[in-house]
């Protein structure tokens, strides 16, 4: 274990943690001995993702939370820290893709429901993570990482990804503010913006299904991102190697948004 990015003592949430980069996010923590919680809907998932991170060696648990419900949100976090006893790292990825092509095709419906897990899920994990981590630094020790999932569509426009991207460029937009807010607390604040990314529904990373070459072709890099890109950055964000690293943006994406 590198002890630049030693994780031994440290507890982190990641949400979405089940599957896909959540799941990379968190195995990222767990190999470098962090203690990992996992939120998501699906118990299956989350008790399929335990088991696999528990065979690092860490304690790991796995909760049933919508974070779309505010109410959810705060009492997974009153559960966590009496499972954990502390916080040091939260990362904010729950999220769902948006359900048209087509802006015109979108109802005030489809809208309101995406912003609510993607734009306000995050807010209240954010929040939530920033209250417990502000209580601790205010009693003598301050730190703490908050990390929020973006993506690419925080700086391109995408046909029929209005609200997806306004979701994530808010919270990106966020997360500056709270690092300048929370930064005399030694608490720093950055977002992650993954380029295409290949995951459990597109096969294995050896399989490369037509969507993955399209995306391959397009990017410097030629191949698509694995889950396993993630695990390092992770790592690096959630430990103290990253602790004068705040209000980022974080572009992983074998540049392909510097050529696109």
């Not at 095709?105 to 994990?125: C, K, P, R, V």
Request: charged letters at 20%; one cysteine or more; aromatic letters at 8%.
């Amino acid at each position: 274990m590198s002890a630049l990015f030693d994780l031994s003592g440290k507890v982190a949430l990641v949400t979405g943690g089940n599957g896909g980069l959540g799941l990379g996010f968190a195995r990222g923590i767990a190999k470098q001995g962090g203690a990992v919680e996992i939120w998501g809907r699906s118990e299956e998932k989350n008790a399929k993702a335990k088991a696999e991170l528990e065979e690092y060696g860490v304690k790991v648990t796995a909760r049933q939370v919508d974070v779309s419900s505010e109410e959810q949100v705060v009492a997974g976090f009153k559960a966590l820290i009496s499972d954990h006893g502390r916080l040091d790292a939260v990362f904010a990825n729950s999220g769902v893709p948006a359900p048209t092509r087509s802006l015109l095709e979108t109802t005030s419906e489809q809208w309101h429901s995406l912003l609510d897990i993607n734009m306000h899920g995050a807010f209240y994990t954010l929040r939530e993570g920033a209250r417990l981590m502000v209580e601790r630094a205010e009693n003598g020790e301050p730190g703490g990482s908050l990390v929020f999932c973006g993506s690419l569509s925080m700086f391109q426009g995408i046909p029929g990804k209005a609200q997806y991207a306004a979701a994530k460029a808010g919270i990106g937009a966020a997360i500056r503010c709270m690092a300048v807010e929370f930064g005399r607390h030694g608490i720093r604040a950055n977002s992650i913006a993954p380029g295409y990314i290949k995951t459990e529904m597109t096969g294995s990373d050896a399989e490369w299904s037509d969507i993955d070459k399209f995306f391959a072709s397009r990017t410097p890099v030629p191949r698509p991102g694995y889950t396993s890109d993630f695990e390092g950055i992770a790592a690096y964000l959630a430990s103290d190697a990253s602790s004068f690293h705040t209000g980022d943006t974080l572009v992983i994406d074998g540049a392909a948004l510097i050529t696109l």
